[in-house]
């Protein structure tokens, strides 16, 4: 982790505080870094939450498919998944 010292005055440095203040964000590094990440959205050199959470979500099914089709995994019926005591359930 790098350490970094920076100079803030003026409007920059009263907006920090105030967001502090108002309690967006517990401190004033955790403020300058939310901004950086926003930066990085928005010149899109960082993925949003959204843009990972598919990515993740595409990779877990295209697992679950790869187990399926080699035999790993199994798709089970409601009575199968419900077992022997609750499938009577079903009949009802």
Do not use: C, P
Not at 79 to 88: I, N, P, S, T, V
């Amino acid at each position: 982790m790098a350490d970094l010292l920076i100079h803030l005055d003026g409007s920059v440095e009263d907006t920090l505080k105030r967001l502090v203040e108002a309690g967006f964000f517990k401190t004033k590094a955790e403020a300058v870094r939310a901004g950086i990440l926003e930066l990085g959205k928005e010149y899109q050199v960082v993925k949003s939450r959204e843009e990972l959470m598919d990515e993740l979500a595409v990779a877990k099914l295209q697992k679950m498919d790869e187990e399926l089709r080699s035999g790993k995994k199994r798709v089970l019926n409601s009575r199968e998944a419900l077992g022997k005591k609750y499938a009577k359930m079903l009949e009802d």
